[in-house]
């Protein structure tokens, strides 16, 4: 017979057995009936739940099927960018169903007349079989102003004409001119599309640029040369400002021909071209290679490779030796004996030659005609203030039509040149000092001194020797070189 203790020993240790099993199947039950609720949220339709499955662009799809529409749509955002850039509004029909207009209360126009359209980060759901919603940022770009935007497009599918925009909802984020200009766009966008019209625009500015840049190669001119790039290009090269420079500083004859342009992507241009460099020595072909970009400052070269095809030695000019056997002069008859008059005049003009003899042989200021001295000191101190304010009528006007470039260019190429040179800086500031002047004859002179030039983009010190001719207008220059210090 056993003791109360033992019976309730027996009797707790029942009870706390069946306790546990029925916790078990509480928390079991409850665990089947958590996880089922989570895969009908999932995968069953429901008004809470209206299953829609996402595809991301760019983002692995999970079907054949999904990718398929992800591409359709896609081709029809596609459409709607091209839509915006074309100049007949005829061709926005394709694009919407019959009850957009009834949706929307309006036209079927989608925006004015666009010079470039720009679509980042698209945002594909398809909410059943037929309908779709699409989510993007969009910048569109005018002749005079800019939109940033975020788009919203449901999409109906017809069996017979495809997708096509039902409904759409924009809310603008910037809408600024002073904004277009600096207005900064996402590289990694999905679609970027110019119309032919700015395509053709910025071809031709790249063309331009890529002249210049050849030009201010040719004349071996420092800031003309560093406007073409984009500043910093010579850190990544791993040389300083002057070292990257020392290769333009000797004048070349540079001729770019095959100038080809691409659009790789939005505010990138890619450029080839053949380039043919001569100097004194040698003739040498390149294939060249540049890509750019589009900044503030407009196109500039943000890096560059050329390939040498071939290269020619030339051969200098050898002048022709001189006799060594020198020839008799022959002999000339006796001259008459001139009468008084004459002996004069001859000695006036023997005493002329002279003082024209010493004027040519000293340098120094002095030495030239009062009257020449200050006509040339008033041309460069005129010259040097037309370049300093960019006067760039006054400052061409101090230059003679026979004036001869470094470059194979002629003088109104020239011209050209640096019109568009001298618009490039802010600011100019230039200071001459050790002025000389150096009188040859009545219509020619040379004139040396040191020049330190000063702007936003560039500073060098250089000594500067102008080639002078007097012409019916006063004084012009016909040749300048420039060795620096």
Do not use: C
């Not at 029925?22 to 928390?27: A, E, K, M, V």
């Not at 398809?126 to 002749?143: C, E, G, H, M, Y």
């Not at 370049?387 to 470094?406: I, N, Q």
């Not at 640096?418 to 002025?435: A, F, H």
């Amino acid at each position: 017979m056993r003791s109360s203790e033992t019976r309730i020993y027996t009797s707790f240790k029942a009870h706390n057995r069946s306790r546990i099993a029925g916790r078990f199947l509480l928390t079991s039950m409850i665990a089947f009936f958590a996880v089922a609720a989570v895969l009908v949220y999932l995968y069953v339709p429901t008004p809470i739940s209206p299953g829609k499955p996402k595809l991301q662009a760019n983002n692995l799809l999970s079907t054949s099927s999904d990718h398929s529409e992800e591409l359709a749509i896609k081709k029809i955002l596609v459409e709607y960018v091209h839509a915006m850039l074309l100049e007949e509004p005829n061709n926005y029909n394709n694009l919407f169903t019959d009850n957009y207009a009834n949706n929307n209360g309006t036209n079927r126009t989608i925006m004015p007349k666009a010079t470039s359209v720009q679509i980042s980060r698209p945002t594909i759901s398809l909410t059943s079989p037929n309908d779709a919603r699409v989510r993007f940022t969009q910048i569109i770009r005018t002749s005079n102003d800019s939109l940033q935007s975020q788009e919203r497009l449901l999409l109906k599918r017809a069996s017979t004409t495809g997708w096509r925009i039902d409904k759409r909802a924009t809310q603008p984020i910037m809408n600024s001119i002073s904004h277009t200009k600096n207005m900064s766009l996402d590289y990694n966008s999905f679609l970027y599309i110019k119309s032919e019209k700015e395509k053709q625009h910025d071809i031709t500015t790249i063309k331009d640029l890529v002249q210049f840049w050849a030009v201010a190669r040719a004349e071996a001119d420092m800031e003309g040369i560093v406007t073409t790039y984009k500043q910093g290009i010579w850190e990544r090269r791993g040389v300083t400002k002057d070292q990257w420079l020392e290769e333009f500083r000797n004048p070349k004859n540079v001729t770019t021909t095959n100038v080809n342009v691409v659009f790789p992507g939005q505010n990138l241009a890619e450029v080839t071209l053949n380039e043919k460099i001569e100097d004194n020595d040698k003739r040498a072909y390149f294939d060249t290679h540049l890509m750019l970009q589009l900044s503030d400052n407009g196109w500039l070269i943000a890096d560059e490779d050329s390939k040498k095809v071939s290269e020619q030695i030339l051969q200098p000019m050898v002048p022709p030796r001189r006799e060594s056997i020198v020839k008799a002069k022959p002999i000339s008859e006796p001259k008459p004996v001139p009468k008084a008059t004459t002996i004069a005049k001859a000695e006036a003009t023997t005493t002329a030659k002279r003082i024209s003899n010493n004027t040519v042989k000293t340098a120094s200021t002095a030495s030239a005609t009062p009257i020449a001295t200050t006509a040339i000191n008033n041309l460069v101190s005129q010259w040097q203030q037309a370049w300093s304010s960019k006067d760039v009528d006054a400052y061409l006007g101090y230059y003679s039509d026979k004036f001869v470039p470094k470059s194979r260019m002629d003088v109104e190429q020239w011209r050209r040149y640096r019109r568009i040179r001298l618009g490039k800086p802010k600011s100019i500031d230039i200071q001459i000092s050790k002025l000389r002047i150096e009188q040859k004859n009545e219509t020619k002179a040379l004139v040396s001194f040191i020049q330190e030039y000063k702007s936003d983009l560039y500073q060098d010190k250089t000594r500067k020797t102008l080639s002078l001719v007097y012409e019916d207008n006063g004084w012009k220059i016909v040749a300048e070189n420039a060795t620096s210090l």
